[in-house]
């Protein structure tokens, strides 16, 4: 038995699952987890002593690497000042400027600790500000375990919402609208029949939780129309997205103004933060300018941010087209070795990420991602885990380049893609 497993036993029976978040336990892909002693660079190690290429990135945050120098000096010279203060303190304006400077729809953002918070906030936010009820999602689209959002369409019915897990009542969904991906004139009828009652349209403008999926064109600005007519506000959840994409984000790229905007994962640099922020006007009806009560005891706590900080302020110094165009490279290089074996794939990538979908037709959706076929991906992880390769558990994920990765990584992926048998 490995250490791995080991500690998997010991985990099982105290801590559900043996795991703090479920894709962690890897029975999709019907392995079990690898238990992570360290991470350095591009390269996490196991308990077990094996070293791997990582392409979860801690599922996106580590986009400099994993131990960054500059991120790892300041969160040193930090820990000696104390952990933290539950008041204000500096770190925490550092933290704000960057993001209102780098975003073009947030003029102020408030601190919370994950981007599940960020996310539950702005919707309370969202309805505060607006006086409605409804908010609109898309299948697909993950925004964190809000009850509110942890939705699914019943066959098809857009309109019909029934709660994703046990747990969430009917009546807390009941607000909840859906749409597909990509799927405009759904968002439309659903506009002409409650337009007048929906308080936010919520949408990873690039989405990463069904795999990675691209909006097409006209999607994004459709969405910004159908809002503006309606005195809905349009919430970017760029908790992927944000600094990924580009340093401005999704909204930066595809030049679009959100009202809101939700981040998380990249701006706490490996420590646990969210933030959202938007408009002046929206934000100061938070408490305590505004009567839309929200709180948090460890927000804006000083590690958390001087991490954030220091990520964002080395990322002004990164090229990000160029860490585009070898994830380009590598992943369209992968997608030839597969095909040539004769495995069907679809492509899709952006900035520094890339889901690899085991199917042929193209994936715009979650209808589509969901025909990708989970056996052929179960095979590539498992044999690419064997062979250092670190992916993550799930045919429906992103996998995460880095600044810190570089043509010694890329080749070894490649080459353990070559040795795989289907
Ligand atoms: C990860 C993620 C969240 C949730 O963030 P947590 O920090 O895990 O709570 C929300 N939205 C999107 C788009 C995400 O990818």
New binding site residues.
Partial sequence: MSISNILFDQAKKIIPGGVN?PVRTCSGVGADPLFISHAQGPYIYSEDGHKMVDYVMS??PMILGHNHPAVNRALHEAVDKGTSYGAPCKPEIDLAGLIVEALPGVDMVRMVN??????MSALRLARGYTGRSLVLKFTG?????VDAFLASAGSGAATLCIPGTPGVPEEVVANTLLADYNNLSQVKALFEKHGRDIAAIFV?PVA??MGLVLPEKGFLEGLRQLADQSGTLLVF????TGFRISYSGAQGYYGIVPDMT?L??IIGGGL?V?AYGGKKEIMEKIAPCGDVYQAGTLSGNPLAMTAGYHTLKTLQDMDYQLLTDKTEELANNLKKILTDKGVPVQLNTIGSIFTLFFTSEPVRDFTSAKKSNQELFKTFYNQMRDQGIYLAPSGFECAFNSFAHGPEEWEKTLDAARNVRF
Avoid: L
């Fill in positions: 978040s599922w996106g994950s981007g599940t918070e960020a996310t689209c993950y925004h964190g375990h990873e990463g939780n959840d760029e908790v992927i939700c998380g994962k646990p969210g």
